[in-house]
Structures are given as structure tokens and as C-alpha cells.
């Protein structure tokens, strides 16, 4: 028999977690075609792969590259070996973008050189289809999407026709072939919808068989209460629940672990179909203005911001933040990672205490200043969890890998901020924590980022290598993986991937990008 392509010597790790053996894979077309001993058959291309482990490409169930993938064909995420990423988490995605919704979002992706010429599911999904890919792209839906086109950013509850209106923008998503709702409880406008309007919508993914994947309304001084939320949502709507990057955040929650992984096993030993992801690092990143308390976000950002100018309320806003966290703490644990002007450029990558010494002003006054400054759009680290707690959550049987990242590249537009050092380096290092931590099977790692999710959005035709899958595979180098990536300088790419395969296509040989675009779009069927 005659193959496209055939790789030969490798240590094969299906996906599935069984033991790594040693067998041949061909390729024919986008497909697998054979696996096991096929030292007699023969190929266009035959590849020696002696001393490498050949496994699934990485699906990246949490991922932010809906807007980035528009503006270049980034490389960060295919040199960790992932070929299939989950955008649209969070409650953020690019679709559907009306109303206030798309008001809100327009300065910021300005700021990317992004006009959007879309404005519903179906649109983006047209976008998206006539863009080359270097990695296949899954959509959620956003709940802040929804919430922000139908009600926009006043924290009143929905009305029975507007909720009819969020079902149904919802139910064009699921139509056009999105593989579930994500939502963002921390940030406005998700944040101000009740735990009913949440069921009511989550309600919908049911006939899809589409999952609910949340970032909780909190992951830090009332994380067990969230936790809560989370499964009363998944119980109530009976559809699968995805935790996103589940943590603790702030050194005062640390030990609430124990009590938040007793509450998911008892869902779990219920019946209920709850997972979770995280990625494989301590500090967490996001806009600069999730430090304010929610009430001072109400209105959209012109109300934001009115509120940062008004002296009474930032006084007062400054002081909610600071009985929380005193402002030494804040100062020293955030780093600032993204300001868009040429103004501020030179404070990115420093710490928001140094940025306020440079600036001769406090910590408060700077954070406000800074916000108004940039128009709110600040990108921002925080380092504020347990490396004990990383491990655990990392080695529970229904934890998979997630990188909360979008996709960056070290040239171009998509190199121009610093990003959370996890857009370049997630996938490789947890391979690296597994082999120099011995933190878990490296069997069980590889399914962590391969079967668990494609089983968790419902994609049957990846996450393992097996006869009749597409042909999505990483070959990478057990002994050299390693995440380069820092926060200080975070533009490097891994070690040790040696070669990627999507859809048949060759990504990524011999340790670089190809200039094929081979990515596809996603529909669940
Ligand atoms: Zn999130």
C-alpha cells in the first residue's frame, strides 16, 4: 500500500492515555491512514522519527485568538505543537458584536488596526473561513456578547424579551456551528447577570450538546461561593460545565483548595459532568481595570472613566481596592504588560509600583491615571498564586491544559506588547514539569492536552491518533522540551517541537513554521 506520508521509530502516545509504544503512523490525504508495524509499506515522504514521541497535535481549550488570528498568522501557538485552539472564552468573543457591544470593543481593536466588518456569528464565521490559519479555530459564544448587545453595561436584570433576544442571538452562534457559551463573571457586563439568566442561556447548548465553559464570578476571596454557582448552573441547565483556569487567587485563599476540589468531586460523584483547565503558571493576566470593584465599570467605559476623573469616586473606588489588597501589595504583584500608546510604551514589562516612583506619584493614583491615560485599555500580570496549588489542580484526573492565552509572534504586530510568558510556552511546559518534576505520567499529560478536551467539546475526529483521525500530530524531542518563555522576556518560542502536522499539511519541520496555513475552521456538526 502506497502512503503520503509515513513516520517510522517513533514512541507513539495515542492521546488516551495507554502506554507509549513503538510503532509506524501513515498519513493519506488529511487522514490517518494506518498505524503499527508497516515497515513494509511505502510512502511519498518517509520520516525517521527515532528518539521522538509522536502524539495528538495540543487542542488548546482556552484560548483568546479570535481577533489576533485576523491580523497575522501568528506563530506561538503552533511552535508549542498545538493545532487546534478554543477561542471565544471568557465571555468575550468576536461575535455577535451590536449595540454596546460593539461600542465597547471598538477603540481597543482600533488600537489592533481592527475594523470590524461584521456583526453577527454567522459573519465572523465568513471572516474566518476566507482566513489563512496556521491552526484549526473553535468558537464559543460570549455571554458578554450577548448580554452587551441585547441590555448593554447597566447592571440591571434582563427582562423576559431580553432574555428571548440573548436565546436567540445564542442559537444563531450554536447554529452556525459554535461548540458552546463561554462566560466572564468578573468583567462587565457578564458579571452583572444572575445566576438565573446563566441557567436560562446555558439551557440552550443543551439540544446542541454544546458545553458551558466559565470564568467564574470569582477566583479569589469568594472562590468556594463561585465554585458553587458554576455547578448549580451545570446542574440546573443539565449541560456540561467547564471550569476555566481554575485557581486561588491572593496568598489569603490558598487554602481554600482542599474545599473547592471536594465541592467538584461531590458533582462529579453526583452524575454531573464538570472539568477544568489551567494553565502552567502563578501569575494571571488581564486587563489593568479588573482590579476595580464592578460597580465603578457600570455604564460602559465612558462611565468608567467619568467615574476614575470624578475625585469623590476615585477616592472611593482606590479605597475598595486597597482594603482588599493594601496598595504596597497591589504595586508589587502587578505588572503592567500592554499600554498601547507611545507615551506610556516604556512602562511596559515594569511592575505597576516602579511605574508609580518613575511617575512620582502613589501606587492609586497612578493606576487611575494610567487607565485614563490609555482609554482603560491596559493589559496586565498579576502574580498572586501557590505553586503547591498549581501542581494539585494540574494533577487532578479532570484538569486538562489550557494556555488563557492569545496567539503571539516575536515579529510584527502580534510581537508589540509583552505577553504573559503562557502564549509562547504552555504546551511545553508541562512537558517539561513532567519530565523534570516527574509531576505526572507522560502518557497522562499528553491526554491533559489532546483526548480530554476534544471529549469535552465533542470533536470526534481529533485529540488521538488513531486510523480514519485527521491527521494532526506533534513530534517533539522528550529529553529537549522546554518553555524559554519569561515574563521578562517572554518573545521566545519553545524548544524541543521538532515538527507539527495539520490536516495532512505539513505546520512546522525541522523546528520552524512552514508557510503553509492549513488551519481550518471548526464546525461542530
Ligand atoms: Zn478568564
New binding site residues.
Given amino acids: 500500500m502506497q502512503f503520503d506520508i509515513l513516520i517510522k521509530n517513533a514512541s507513539l502516545i495515542d492521546g488516551s492515555g495507554a502506554p507509549a509504544r513503538r510503532q509506524d503512523l501513515a498519513v493519506a490525504g488529511d487522514s490517518i491512514a494506518a498505524i503499527g508495524d508497516l515497515a513494509a509499506c511505502e510512502a511519498a515522504e518517509v520520516v525517521d522519527a527515532s528518539g521522538l514521541c509522536l502524539c495528538p497535535g495540543f487542542i488548546d481549550i482556552?484560548a483568546h485568538s479570535e481577533f489576533n488570528v485576523l491580523i497575522d498568522a501568528g506563530r506561538s501557538k503552533l511552535m508549542q505543537g498545538i493545532t487546534t485552539e478554543v477561542c471565544g472564552?471568557?465571555g468575550l468573543s468576536a461575535a455577535p458584536l451590536l449595540g454596546m457591544a460593539r461600542e465597547q470593543r471598538r477603540s481597543a481593536l482600533a488600537a489592533l488596526g481592527l475594523d470590524p466588518d461584521w456583526i453577527t456569528m454567522a459573519e465572523y464565521f465568513e471572516r474566518l473561513d476566507c482566513t489563512g490559519l496556521r491552526t484549526n479555530i473553535a468558537l464559543l459564544a460570549g455571554h458578554g456578547n450577548l448580554r452587551g448587545s441585547v441590555i448593554g453595561y447597566g447592571p440591571q436584570q434582563a427582562t423576559a424579551e431580553q432574555l428571548g433576544k440573548m436565546c436567540a442571538l445564542l442559537e444563531e452562534a450554536m447554529d452556525c456551528g459554535c461548540w458552546g457559551l463561554s462566560s466572564?463573571l468578573i468583567y462587565p457586563p457578564g458579571a452583572f447577570a444572575d445566576v438565573d439568566e446563566l441557567v436560562h442561556l446555558a439551557g440552550v447548548l443543551k439540544k446542541y450538546g454544546g458545553f458551558y465553559a466559565t470564568?467564574m464570578r470569582s477566583e479569589s476571596d469568594h472562590l468556594s461561593e463561585a465554585v458553587a454557582e458554576a455547578l448549580e448552573v451545570g446542574r440546573r441547565a443539565g449541560v456540561p460545565v467547564q471550569i476555566?483556569?481554575l485557581k486561588t487567587m491572593d496568598q489569603r485563599n490558598w487554602h481554600k483548595l482542599p474545599e473547592v476540589l471536594e465541592l467538584i468531586e461531590q458533582a462529579r460523584g453526583e452524575g454531573l459532568d464538570i472539568t477544568s483547565d489551567r494553565y502552567p503558571y502563578c501569575a494571571s493576566s488581564?486587563g489593568l481595570d479588573a482590579h476595580l470593584p464592578l460597580w465603578a465599570c457600570e455604564g460602559g467605559n465612558a462611565a468608567e472613566l467619568e467615574r476614575l476623573r470624578d475625585p469623590a469616586q476615585r477616592a472611593r473606588i482606590l479605597a475598595e481596592l486597597f482594603e482588599r489588597t493594601p496598595a504596597e501589595e497591589v504595586g508589587a504583584t502587578t505588572m503592567l504588560a500592554r499600554l498601547a500608546s507611545e507615551k506610556n510604551a516604556h512602562l511596559q514589562g515594569r511592575m505597576l509600583a516602579e511605574a508609580a516612583s518613575l511617575r512620582g506619584q502613589s501606587v492609586g493614583e497612578a493606576l487611575c491615571d494610567l487607565l485614563i491615560e490609555e482609554q482603560l485599555d491596559i493589559d496586565a500580570i498579576f502574580f498572586c498564586m501557590s505553586e503547591d496549588n498549581l501542581r494539585t489542580v494540574l494533577r487532578q484526573s479532570w484538569v486538562m491544559l489550557g494556555s488563557?492565552a492569545a496567539v503571539r509572534d516575536t515579529d510584527g504586530v502580534l510581537s508589540r506588547d509583552m505577553p504573559h510568558p503562557r502564549a509562547f510556552g504552555a504546551f511545553a511546559r508541562l512537558l517539561e514539569m513532567v519530565r523534570d518534576e516527574k509531576l505526572m505520567p507522560l502518557e497522562q499529560a499528553v491526554s491533559k492536552m489532546t483526548s480530554m478536551p476534544a471529549k469535552r467539546m465533542g470533536l470526534k475526529d481529533r485529540g488521538l491518533l488513531a486510523q480514519g483521525y485527521r491527521a494532526d500530530f506533534v513530534l517533539f524531542d522528550p529529553c529537549a522540551v522546554r518553555d524559554r518563555a519569561t515574563y521578562a522576556s517572554p518573545h521566545q518560542y519553545p524548544e524541543g517541537v521538532r515538527a507539527v502536522m495539520v490536516n495532512g499539511v505539513w505546520a512546522l519541520r525541522d523546528g520552524a513554521c512552514t508557510d503553509n496555513l492549513a488551519g481550518r475552521l471548526l464546525r461542530k456538526g
Fill in positions: 482556552h472564552n471568557c466572564g470564568h476555566s483556569h488581564t488563557d
